[in-house]
């Protein structure tokens, strides 16, 4: 037993402590984030920045959360309206004439194959719209073949001057609007992850086509020549190795656990602030299961007398998918809006109820709650019905 854990090879754990000093120092040069100063309360969002942007600001790419805000600040433009259906999320077109962002305008594309006027961003001057095709079972697409809704028949559909009448705020249920039309009103069920995932993808492309390098620059070329050389190092070694196959278990275990790793990234860096029971099993289980157990068979069975060099590049692939997420930088204008945000979310935390009462009439605090919710789940502050679709939404499906 005690030769299953000996480590005659110890030597070549150099290689991961070499690529460690590699990306330390491309981090200090080009990676760190600047840091932001005393934070003071804002009492707005920053201009021109949506809650879907405000969350790919914050966090570098679109995920179940992104997918909650941009639906929620849907809802309190009186566009659609929200209601909680077993489990699931009965989503309604209540109007279809307002300007809407490329990410507001990609998910009502998705959901209801309707094209809407989409209004550039500020930042970037661009409106280009991502699309991504979601699967034919999907409720979505099923729901608008039967009932034959077109782009222009929804586009045409419902043009009052009305709009959501109120949003139930914390802790309560759905956002309450004019009754639907039939053939407007789809239900997303966090379930189907084809589905979700068909939106995400949607809002990612709408953010990558729009915005990349305005807000951060995400510097993928170190972390390009680190997988390279883990690569390149992995295979010569495999092939002074006294083992069968083992360039090609080499490979696959290079392979395998290096998009194990990028999936466990995005579980461990995308979760509502309430993350579900689902969701803490998933952050032990997944690591465990899809780097640790592959990682395991290699050690103790198929390289046994090369622990060293196992363990040298299991290290080398985190450090990989670790890199690969810290590397990240903003821009002078990303840390801009990253100030501002924080400045808001200080607003969201702080903010007492008397006050409020005293300034604003019912009807103001109403039309407050309604515009600020969306951004309170986009970072992370409200909990209530909002925090829990954005956690149903990131069990289905963790993109970035």
């Known amino acids: 037993m005690a030769n299953l854990f000996a480590i005659t090879d110890f030597y070549r754990l150099a290689f991961p402590g070499l690529l460690l000093l590699f990306y330390v120092a491309c981090w200090l040069a080009v990676g760190r984030d600047p840091r932001i100063g005393n934070v003071a309360p804002r009492y707005e969002p920053p201009a021109g920045i949506s809650p879907g942007v405000a969350r790919y600001v914050l966090t570098g790419g679109s995920d179940g959360t992104t997918l909650a805000a941009v639906l929620a600040g849907l809802a309190a433009k009186g566009v659609v309206a929200i209601q909680p259906q077993a489990g699931s999320y009965a989503v309604s077109l209540l109007n279809s004439s307002p300007i809407l962002l490329p990410d507001e305008a990609s998910i009502i594309e998705t959901l209801f194959n309707a094209v809407s006027t989409v209004q550039p961003y500020a930042d970037s001057k661009t409106a280009i719209v991502g699309a991504a095709s979601l699967p034919a079972s999907s409720p979505q697409a099923s729901d608008s073949q039967a009932s034959n809704i077109s782009r222009s028949s929804v586009a045409a559909s419902i043009r009052g001057n009305g ?10 249920g759905a956002a309450v ?4 039309l039939p053939e407007s009103r789809v239900v997303i069920d966090p ?13 990612q492309e709408t953010y990558s ?12 070329r170190y972390a390009g020549i680190g997988m390279a050389a883990t690569l390149a190092w992995a295979l010569f070694t495999a092939a002074t190795l006294d083992a069968s196959s083992s360039m090609f278990i080499t490979f696959w275990l290079f392979m395998f656990t290096s998009i194990a790793s ?4 995005g579980i461990w860096t995308s979760k509502p602030t309430h993350p579900s029971a689902k969701q803490r099993v998933a952050r ?16 103790f069975a198929a390289l046994p007398r090369s622990h060293g060099f196992v363990l040298a590049l299991l ?8 890199f690969f997420v810290i590397m990240r930088a903003p821009t002078p204008r990303g840390l801009l809006i990253l100030q501002q945000l924080a400045g808001f979310r200080e607003f969201l935390l702080r903010v007492e109820q008397d006050p409020l009462d005293r300034v604003n009439t019912p009807e103001q605090r109403a039309e407050l709650m ?13 909990e209530g019905w909002g925090d829990k679709m954005a956690s149903a939404f990131s069990d289905a499906i963790v993109e970035r």
């Open 163 to 172: 709009g959501l009448s109120e949003m139930v705020g914390a802790g309560s």
């Open 177 to 180: 609007g004019r009754s639907p």
């Open 191 to 203: 379930l189907s992850g084809p589905t979700i995932k068909g939106h995400i993808d949607a809002l």
């Open 209 to 220: 086509k729009n915005l990349q390098g305005v807000y951060f620059r995400q510097n993928f």
């Open 262 to 265: 990028m999936v466990i990234g």
């Open 284 to 299: 032990v289980l997944v690591p465990v299961l899809f780097f640790g157990l592959p990682g395991a068979v290699i050690y």
């Open 315 to 322: 290290l080398s692939v985190v450090l990989n998918s670790i």
């Open 370 to 382: 309604n515009r600020f919710l969306p951004y309170a789940i986009a970072l992370n502050v409200r």
